[in-house]
């Protein structure tokens, strides 16, 4: 199935298959469009939006019996598509936020909050669903859904949540006219002990990062 015929008029738009593929590329085309930092100004609503918007497929996916490809073993899709170019202008469009803490697994008793990055896990799921519509566009639809419900179970699903809970946090803060504690000291790169993670190094107050980042706190 080509790019062309990926929307083709033969298609049953009430079809499971249809209906997922048309999400997963409109997240797509959507966050590379953010990406480019055309318009900075809405570029955390925006992502809010089309990460809600994928986690809505997401979840059904999830609800969904459980796929079984055509063939036994996965076809090959090639090499996928380098991302680094993508995670560093997400990274410097992001600069002021990209950094949060995130626990792994909410059942875990005790589990200590790790840091993450927002570039990070959006490029993480953008690889994971490219994936996807690799075998989606070469007409193996039941190996393309199998992918989606299989990634979106062992990967895809809790980055994309916790991503979502990240951006709903800077809007919630900018709105509600809440600062927000420095986040200096916490790096992806720094090794993290069980002890909880400490920010340090003052505050950085919601209303630096909100104007750049297409957010406005209440008067």
């Given at each position: 199935?080509?790019?062309?015929?990926?929307?083709?008029?033969?298609?049953?738009?009430?079809?499971?298959?249809?209906?997922?593929?048309?999400?997963?590329?409109?997240?797509?085309?959507?966050?590379?469009?953010?990406?480019?930092?055309?318009?900075?100004?809405?570029?955390?609503?925006?992502?809010?939006?089309?990460?809600?918007?994928?986690?809505?497929?997401?979840?059904?996916?999830?609800?969904?019996?459980?796929?079984?490809?055509?063939?036994?073993?996965?076809?090959?899709?090639?090499?996928?598509?380098?991302?680094?170019?993508?995670?560093?202008?997400?990274?410097?469009?992001?600069?002021?936020?990209?950094?949060?803490?995130?626990?792994?697994?909410?059942?875990?008793?005790?589990?200590?909050?790790?840091?993450?990055?927002i570039s990070d896990d959006l490029t993480d799921v953008?690889?994971?669903?490219?994936?996807?519509?690799?075998?989606?566009?070469?007409?193996?639809?039941?190996?393309?859904?199998?992918?989606?419900?299989?990634?979106?179970?062992?990967?895809?699903?809790?980055?994309?949540?916790?991503?979502?809970?990240?951006?709903?946090?800077?809007?919630?803060?900018?709105?509600?006219?809440?600062?927000?504690?420095?986040?200096?000291?916490?790096?992806?790169?720094?090794?993290?002990?069980?002890?909880?993670?400490?920010?340090?190094?003052?505050?950085?107050?919601?209303?630096?990062?909100?104007?750049?980042?297409?957010?406005?706190?209440?008067?």
């Amino acid at each position: 199935m080509s790019d062309a015929t990926l929307h083709a008029t033969a298609q049953d738009p009430d079809d499971f298959a249809v209906q997922i593929a048309d999400q997963v590329e409109s997240f797509l085309v959507a966050v590379m469009e953010v990406a480019k930092g055309d318009e900075p100004d809405s570029a955390v609503p925006f992502l809010l939006l089309e990460v809600s918007q994928i986690l809505l497929a997401g979840g059904r996916l999830g609800a969904h019996e459980d796929i079984v490809p055509d063939e036994r073993y996965e076809p090959d899709t090639g090499p996928d598509a380098d991302v680094d170019e993508l995670r560093e202008n997400l990274a410097r469009l992001l600069d002021p936020i990209d950094v949060y803490s995130e626990v792994f697994d909410p059942y875990e008793p005790r589990t200590a909050p790790v840091p993450a990055r927002i570039s990070d896990d959006l490029t993480d799921v953008i690889t994971d669903l490219r994936h996807g519509m690799a075998h989606y566009r070469a007409g193996r639809t039941s190996e393309a859904l199998w992918w989606w419900q299989f990634s979106y179970f062992s990967n895809w699903g809790s980055t994309a949540s916790a991503t979502l809970r990240a951006l709903q946090s800077v809007v919630a803060h900018v709105r509600l006219n809440q600062p927000l504690e420095e986040l200096d000291g916490l790096d992806t790169d720094q090794a993290i002990g069980d002890e909880t993670l400490e920010f340090e190094a003052g505050k950085v107050m919601v209303e630096e990062i909100a104007a750049p980042l297409g957010l406005r706190s209440p008067k």
